[in-house]
């Protein structure tokens, strides 16, 4: 068995096919087992138990299915007392797996749905969202539960297992999104593209379905979005109808482990990528480069986000991207950029390749606004192997709505000029090179670029009403081994002393000669 996080497995819980099937053996220091016994064509078991404060990761409650069932449903309830203040209460999430067992990486996923529903059901034909239907086959099946926090008083809960008995449906075929569209312009071809890679729906912990999702990224003005739930893969076929030449979709998974969260960004559809593992275990790796032989990308999210669990504790050594700003611009949105700008002054000294930043909203509800922000990418075209080269390139900027566009160059050295992402190359350290900015949809909003120095120039006046400015500065490539751009709003006292909320951000130009190994 492959192991992660650590486990513990209870008691089997066994079925009879008769309706004289009453009761089944407890699972030793978990609790009891009762029987509800057949009744049109069904057969229920109910479990309970407490867990201790200090309960692994991961509790696996096996039960038998035995021949003949279509379908099966599971429903719980935990106990969530008071605690003191400062103390954390009770969470329980939920999945499950079926008989193919519960090993890391395995296939025997069959959902999970963490602490967003009560109950599911599995059958050939359909499924719960966040679950995967397909056959229900005879073996030993498995509930599993996350304990995700404890209180000191332990954690009461009750599972009932449901089987329902007769004939399968067939399975439908799965239908994924088409990997390329046309664009808004209704020809393919290079272009800066707009998208929202970091959405909820109601297939993980979101409240809205996916055409809801859809007609606000139009709305908004994206091209593409991206599907990502958490530790799921059901809403990989939840989009027949929605993508047209306009609205590009692709799916994958928010990998959502106990130290952190990555965005499996794209992989090919159907692609499932553990999460049950922390950094000790030395697992994140194995599944970075999983994303990858499978055609994604690996995008920490939200790494300095302060909710149990958020903040990202593997390095990113195996990262294509990260996403520095998430949702609302907040103060860790703030920390993200600066730990983001520090990676790559360390990129700078060690000759290593640079990661480049993303922003995506996260929108899980209203009043979540999808496309706030967004991430605009240079792409050949209107693809998913297109785009993903682009955010992995860096050739991408990110801005709170589709009304804010940049275009951001350095020049210098016989006429050269770079872009975003892109390297200045023939020119000397002491060489004159010019940054230009471009701005339009920014109205009171004022420019600042930062190199691996720090902020260097802020614009001396902020933009006018009509939203539109150009501003330019001169450096060289010895002052400045990069340059990046910031639209930022006026200061408010809400920010506590912060800069001002970010409107728009560039990922930087290098300038010069690369060190050996250097990715920019």
């Known amino acids: 068995m492959v192991t992660g996080a650590a486990a513990l497995t209870l008691s089997t819980v066994t079925f009879a096919n008769d309706a004289s099937a009453d009761g089944a053996p407890a699972a030793p220091g978990s609790g009891t087992a009762g029987g509800s016994g057949a009744s049109g064509g069904q057969v229920a078991r109910t ?26 449903h599971v429903a719980y309830t935990y106990d969530k007392p008071a605690v003191p203040t400062g103390t954390q209460g009770n969470a329980l999430d939920i999945g499950l797996f079926d008989e193919r067992g519960t090993d890391l990486g395995g296939a025997g996923f069959r959902g999970w749905s963490g602490g967003a529903r009560t109950e599911f059901f599995v059958r050939s034909d359909d499924a719960t969202p966040g679950y995967l239907r397909g056959p229900v086959r005879p073996g030993t099946w498995h509930v599993a539960l996350g304990p995700y926090t404890v209180a000191p008083e332990g954690l009461p809960y009750e599972v009932t297992i449901t089987l329902t008995y007769g004939a399968e449906a067939p399975e439908p075929r799965p239908v994924y999104p088409p990997e390329r569209a046309k664009g808004r312009a209704g020809r393919p071809g290079p272009a800066w593209y707009r998208g929202d890679c970091h959405l909820h729906s109601v297939h993980s912990d979101g409240r809205r379905t996916p055409a809801e999702i859809a007609a606000l990224a139009r709305a908004a003005g994206l091209d593409f979005i991206h599907s990502s739930e958490h530790n799921t893969t059901s809403a990989h076929r939840a989009w027949d109808g929605l993508w047209g030449d306009d609205l590009l979709i692709l799916v994958g998974e928010e990998i959502t482990t106990r130290n952190g969260h990555v965005l499996a960004l794209s992989p090919d559809p159907g692609t499932f990528v553990d999460w049950r593992y922390r950094a000790r275990d030395n697992r994140f790796g194995h599944y970075a480069r999983a994303v990858r032989a499978a055609g994604g990308i690996v995008v920490p999210a939200h790494p300095h986000q302060t909710c149990i669990g958020c903040n990202w504790k593997y390095g990113f050594a195996d990262a294509d991207a990260v996403e520095v700003w998430n949702g609302p611009w907040t103060p860790d949105d703030e920390v993200s950029l600066a730990d983001w700008d520090n990676s790559l002054i360390a990129s700078v000294r060690s000759g290593r390749a640079w990661t480049p930043a993303m922003g995506d909203s996260d929108a899980h509800r209203d009043p979540d606004v999808v496309g706030l922000p967004q991430t605009v990418v240079l792409a050949d075209e209107l693809s998913r192997r297109a785009v993903l080269a682009g955010l992995r390139a860096g050739h991408s900027y990110v801005a709170e709505s589709s009304a804010v566009s940049l275009a951001f160059t350095a020049s210098g050295g016989r006429g050269r000029q770079a872009g975003i992402g892109d390297r200045l190359t023939g020119v000397r350290p002491g060489d004159d090179v010019t940054v230009r900015l471009e701005v339009t949809g920014a109205p009171g909003c004022t420019v600042r670029f930062v190199t691996d120095q720090g902020t260097l120039f802020t614009a001396p006046s902020p933009i006018g009403a009509s939203g539109s400015a150009t501003v330019e500065w001169t450096t060289t490539p010895q002052y400045a081994s990069y340059v ?22 560039t990922n930087p130009v290098f300038l010069g000669a690369a060190s050996p190994g250097t990715g920019g």
Not at 48 to 67: K, N, W
Request: charged share 15%; proline share 12%; glycine share 12%.
């Open 47 to 72: 479990v309970t138990g407490t867990l201790p404060a200090g309960s692994p990761d991961f509790v696996y409650l096996p039960f038998q299915v035995p021949r003949g069932v279509r379908e099966v």
């Open 484 to 505: 990046r751009a910031e639209v930022r709003h006026p200061a408010t006292a809400q920010d506590g002393g912060l800069p001002g909320a970010v409107a728009a951000f």
